[in-house]
């Protein structure tokens, strides 16, 4: 099987694995123990949780604080509803755990447009709300938005500022001048059922989960010191390979892009991160391709959330048609991803893709 499809989720780093077994414990150590017990094995897990914290935090601006979470879409619903907001805008192209949550609090919320290359323009107009959220990295193109210029313009208006960093964090460099960042363990090679909110000082959230008080009383239940241990390491380990994994996922791309070269990009070819390859190829039938090609792990571009059939919003956004949309696929790949075996994909990929006569 070759696995092409890093946006979903990424391996885990065996240096995050690692650091989780101690952690995950059993009758004959004492790594199990509650990180928030005030007994030896329960401060050593505690200890373990601040410097997994430390490492997470070095990879989002200073100024802040990092609450655990069980996921990134659970940060951002801890920041949206948190935050008291009443009138909210987002982007066209924010994946469902803002857009859903954005709607859920202010059915009414603005819809701010991106361009025919999936980014939104840093002039945008932001007046008459509370909040704006937009996405630093898309999650469906990989296309990257102008975050500094637009939670500029969200401050200017008196808003507060969300970014979805879940697709850019440890890839690009932190977000700036957002007020809030989520983020999640698990599409940074850290593992599953963990992510983060950083948020500014100075802000204040309502909590939307009671109980022991944990993570500054906003976010009450037992951490997991093995989820934690993990997500740092795996936050460590990005920031230190950033540069380099950037490069490989570059020379992928190129080298992708150079196979598949009669199929059409979808989003812009710069402002983007080069570990998402979303093209279309008109005719095609995905459901079949992927049916024809089942030894290689991809996404049909299309494919809603909900898996309702509905095309993609993402790519309705940046203006394609309900067929174009229906023929497009998305390819992702990082820093595990063999060259030989992307190559090899994008073959079988071409020969099916030909076999259909298209
Ligand atoms: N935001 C983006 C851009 C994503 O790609 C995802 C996951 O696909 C999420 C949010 C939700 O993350 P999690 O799986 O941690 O809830």
């Given at each position: 099987m070759i696995y092409l499809d890093y946006q979903a989720t990424t391996p885990l780093a065996p240096e995050a694995r690692e650091a989780m077994l101690p952690w995950l414990?059993?009758?004959?150590?004492?790594?199990?123990?509650?990180?928030?017990?005030?007994h030896r094995p329960g401060r050593a897990a505690a200890a373990a949780v601040a410097v997994a914290r430390d490492e997470v935090a070095a990879l989002l601006p200073p100024g802040g604080q990092v609450i655990f979470t069980g996921s990134a879409t659970e940060a951002l619903n801890l920041a949206i509803f948190g935050s008291g907001a009443k009138r909210l805008a987002v982007s066209a192209i924010e994946h469902a755990a803002v857009l859903d949550t954005a709607r859920a609090v202010d059915p009414g919320v603005t819809i701010l447009p991106v361009n025919g290359d999936g980014v939104l323009d840093g002039e945008t107009p932001i007046r008459g709300v509370d909040l704006v959220a937009v996405m630093q990295?898309?999650?469906?193109?990989?296309t990257v938005q102008p975050i500094a210029e637009l939670a500029q313009a969200a401050r200017r208006a008196g808003a507060l500022f969300v970014c979805d960093a879940v697709q850019g964090a440890g890839k690009l460099a932190a977000p700036a001048d957002a007020d809030m960042i989520a983020l999640s363990a698990h599409k940074l090679y850290g593992p599953k059922g963990i992510g983060a909110l950083w948020l500014r000082d100075g802000l204040s959230l309502a909590p939307l989960i009671h109980g022991g008080g944990q993570e500054h009383g906003l976010r009450s239940g037992t951490l997991s010191p093995a989820l934690c241990a993990g997500f740092g390491v795996a936050a460590r380990l990005a920031r230190e390979r950033m540069d380099a994994d950037a490069a490989h996922v570059r020379a992928l791309w190129q080298a992708a892009r150079s196979r598949l070269s009669r199929w059409t990009l979808n989003g812009s070819a710069d402002a983007r991160w080069h570990g998402n390859l979303n093209l279309r190829l008109d005719g095609l039938d995905v459901g079949r391709l992927m049916s024809d090609v089942r030894d290689v792990a991809f996404s049909?571009?299309?494919?809603?959330a909900s898996g309702s059939?509905?095309?993609?919003h993402v790519l309705t956004a940046i203006g394609l048609n309900a067929d174009q949309a229906k023929s497009s696929i998305r390819l992702g790949f990082g820093r595990y991803t063999e060259l030989q075996k992307l190559e090899d994909a994008c073959a079988r990929i071409e020969a099916a893709t030909a076999a259909q006569g298209v």
């Amino acid at each position: 099987m070759i696995y092409l499809d890093y946006q979903a989720t990424t391996p885990l780093a065996p240096e995050a694995r690692e650091a989780m077994l101690p952690w995950l414990g059993g009758p004959d150590t004492t790594g199990f123990a509650n990180p928030h017990s005030p007994h030896r094995p329960g401060r050593a897990a505690a200890a373990a949780v601040a410097v997994a914290r430390d490492e997470v935090a070095a990879l989002l601006p200073p100024g802040g604080q990092v609450i655990f979470t069980g996921s990134a879409t659970e940060a951002l619903n801890l920041a949206i509803f948190g935050s008291g907001a009443k009138r909210l805008a987002v982007s066209a192209i924010e994946h469902a755990a803002v857009l859903d949550t954005a709607r859920a609090v202010d059915p009414g919320v603005t819809i701010l447009p991106v361009n025919g290359d999936g980014v939104l323009d840093g002039e945008t107009p932001i007046r008459g709300v509370d909040l704006v959220a937009v996405m630093q990295v898309n999650n469906e193109i990989g296309t990257v938005q102008p975050i500094a210029e637009l939670a500029q313009a969200a401050r200017r208006a008196g808003a507060l500022f969300v970014c979805d960093a879940v697709q850019g964090a440890g890839k690009l460099a932190a977000p700036a001048d957002a007020d809030m960042i989520a983020l999640s363990a698990h599409k940074l090679y850290g593992p599953k059922g963990i992510g983060a909110l950083w948020l500014r000082d100075g802000l204040s959230l309502a909590p939307l989960i009671h109980g022991g008080g944990q993570e500054h009383g906003l976010r009450s239940g037992t951490l997991s010191p093995a989820l934690c241990a993990g997500f740092g390491v795996a936050a460590r380990l990005a920031r230190e390979r950033m540069d380099a994994d950037a490069a490989h996922v570059r020379a992928l791309w190129q080298a992708a892009r150079s196979r598949l070269s009669r199929w059409t990009l979808n989003g812009s070819a710069d402002a983007r991160w080069h570990g998402n390859l979303n093209l279309r190829l008109d005719g095609l039938d995905v459901g079949r391709l992927m049916s024809d090609v089942r030894d290689v792990a991809f996404s049909a571009g299309s494919a809603c959330a909900s898996g309702s059939g509905r095309p993609s919003h993402v790519l309705t956004a940046i203006g394609l048609n309900a067929d174009q949309a229906k023929s497009s696929i998305r390819l992702g790949f990082g820093r595990y991803t063999e060259l030989q075996k992307l190559e090899d994909a994008c073959a079988r990929i071409e020969a099916a893709t030909a076999a259909q006569g298209v």
